[in-house]
């Protein structure tokens, strides 16, 4: 009987790796296809992120739910227990991830047809290249049980608040330059901000990696490269 318990166990532990690992290649496909749609300026393309959000929200809700039932069911310990609240932390940032996907892809809905250079999105888009690639990063961690590559993302989080208040500080140049471009880049900053944030989501998750693997917490604080909000304002350059 007790081989039984240990062996169903098992079993949902496993479920519950394998559903966190489907809600974050969901979260990821969503970002690509959302920078995608703002490249293309493709609304179609847009319409179907902003429509795979409930089918995150959905597996998030049922992953929680599963992991809130396997603790009162198991009571689990030690690393047992740590796998649990680990796979409910990650989920809830994956989630957030997916709506910060959907919140560019109403953007893209906004800005669609508005005239506008190639050049400005460009660093929106090499912007996204750095995040996708933690995003990767980190879910292969997670599945990998590990804690070097998510501590290797943990510190390169600020590589993109650097890359971030540098392109915060272009568009604030290319509105200034020209008032055309106000509306477009206006849109454009909040995108940026956006992947920001999923960087830090990200982040986020390998911290809980590291915990689920090693026991132990990132004790030092993590270094922020965004000075965006000590920016003046245009009108006091």
Same mark, same amino acid.
């Given at each position: 009987?007790?081989? =039984? ?8 532990? *496993? ?40 089918? &995150?929200?959905?597996?998030? #809700? ?46 893209? @809905? ?5 005239? #506008? ?8 888009? =090499? @912007? /996204?290249? @750095?995040? &996708? ?44 330059? *020209? ?21 830090? =989501? ?26 965006? /909000? ?6 006091? #350059?």
């Amino acid at each position: 009987m007790a081989e =039984h318990i240990v062996r169903a166990f098992d079993a949902d532990l *496993d479920a519950l790796s394998r559903g966190v690992a489907e809600l974050g290649g969901l979260a990821e496909s969503m970002t690509t296809r959302a920078i995608e749609a703002l490249v293309r300026q493709s609304p179609a393309m847009a319409n179907e992120v902003i429509a795979l959000d409930a089918k &995150l929200d959905a597996l998030q #809700q049922e992953l929680e739910e599963k992991a809130v039932l396997t603790i009162a069911r198991r009571q689990p310990m030690a690393v047992d227990l740590r796998a649990v609240i680990a796979a409910i932390r990650v989920t809830h940032d994956l989630e957030r991830i997916g709506d910060l996907a959907k919140n560019i892809c109403k953007r893209v @809905l906004a800005i669609t047809g508005l005239v #506008q250079a190639p050049k400005l999105v460009k660093g929106v888009e =090499h @912007l /996204s290249q @750095l995040v &996708l690639t933690q995003l990767k990063d980190v879910l292969d961690a997670y599945v990998e049980r590990n804690a070097e590559k998510a501590l290797a993302v943990w510190e390169h989080d600020e590589n993109i608040d650097a890359l971030y208040t540098s392109l915060f500080r272009e568009l604030l140049t290319y509105m200034m330059e *020209d008032p055309r471009n106000i509306g477009v880049c206006a849109h454009l900053l909040f995108c940026a901000k956006n992947i920001e944030r999923m960087g830090d =989501h990200a982040t986020n998750v390998a911290e809980n990696v590291y915990y689920l693997v090693t026991g132990g917490k990132l004790l030092a604080e993590r270094v922020k490269a965004d000075t965006t /909000s000590l920016e003046k304002p245009m009108s006091a #350059q």
